[in-house]
């Protein structure tokens, strides 16, 4: 299993100026390289490098440095392709799906650079890294990370590494590979987790991570920046930059603890996690315009990746199941009616008379259908015929 780690890089003031100016240089070649790709119909990457490989040696990158920057470009089309296939642009004829085919792919000027190892190495023990850059190789750069992140690169590191530039910070993002656990393929149940804006999440087990905290610090957020925005000082510009991203790393932070307990408790009771598969939910659902922004800013996708891979590392069975009538279905009779959901928070059976929380009947409801999902994927176990 792969997981991203992230490092801190803490370079010199003539290092950082190396490095600004390596990631300015390679992507302006990167440019380059997809205004020819684009030229040329996006050729296949062998094609494309032997029309720009000597062109990018000429411009002083390294043999390494050249063959990435290649590949960088082609991996840019062939994600932009994929997602025009799968209508992440738009329909056909789109303006927005037009826009992103009758131009070249722009790199910015301080975007991620893959290195492998032949341009980076690592020196844990002093906590250092050598890189190459346009300026010469730098040695002796000094990172900065956690202990458990340290262990984590230092066993399991492989593959490539990227150096980004954010907030004029650098960091490498190193993919680390992490053996597996056996899977447990005879659980004892399965956790039914119902993803929700009011309540961030709430389990078949009685764990409840209540959104009223999150949904206030989103609130104070927004109404900052349009006070700044409106505003429009320079003070204000940098208070702004100063604050981006810090809603972002705030809602992570969230979801992490929120995805820990949730698999400690299903790796605690030998159970699988069931989730509902919300793919799509945002182009489905039709809102009033002042619950858009509520909409559009929650983060069930992040959560779930988290879930997933804490998962995939604790040994867990995951299934993904429709979520179609969970909250207006029974868990006790299994009725189903429009009018068993009195409101957000309540939930009447209409044939039996329960009364339930609406998210605890829901993720009630998951959890059995995670069951019949999990029992319908197995393996059949049945003697093969003689």
Known sequence: MKIVTQVKLMPEADQAAALSATLGTVNEAANWVSAVAFERGVPREYELRKHTYPELKARGLGAQAAQHVIKKTRDAYTT????????????????????????????????????????????????????????????????????????????????????????????????????????????????????????????STGYRAAGRGLNRYRKRQLDLRKKLQAKGTKSAKCLLKKRNRREQRHTANVNHIVSKTIVTTA??????????????????????????????????????QFIAYKAKRAGLPLVHVDPAYTSRQCSECGHIDRKNRVDQAAFACRACGIVLNADDNASHNIARKGETVWTAGRESRVPAPV
């Open 80 to 203: 932009l392709k994929a997602n025009i296939e799968a209508g992440n642009l738009g329909k056909p004829g789109s303006k927005r799906r037009a826009r992103a085919q009758c131009k070249p792919i722009v790199f910015r000027p301080q975007a991620a650079q893959p290195y492998d190892d032949r341009c980076l190495s690592w020196q844990y023990d002093a906590g250092t890294v050598s890189i190459w850059t346009t300026a010469g190789r730098l040695k002796n750069v000094r990172f900065a990370c956690s202990p458990d992140t340290l262990k984590m690169l230092r066993e399991h590191r492989r593959g490539e590494s990227d150096l980004i530039r954010r907030d004029g910070v650098f960091y490498l993002l190193a993919v680390c590979d992490i053996p597996e656990a056996p899977l447990n393929e005879d659980p004892a149940g399965f956790v039914g987790v119902d993803l929700g804006i009011v309540n961030i999440a709430t389990t």
């Open 267 to 304: 790796e605690r009771t030998g159970h699988g996690i069931a989730l509902e598969d919300l793919g799509g939910i945002r182009g489905r659902v039709r809102l009033r315009k002042d619950q858009r922004t509520q909409l559009h800013s929650w983060s069930f996708h992040q959560l779930g």
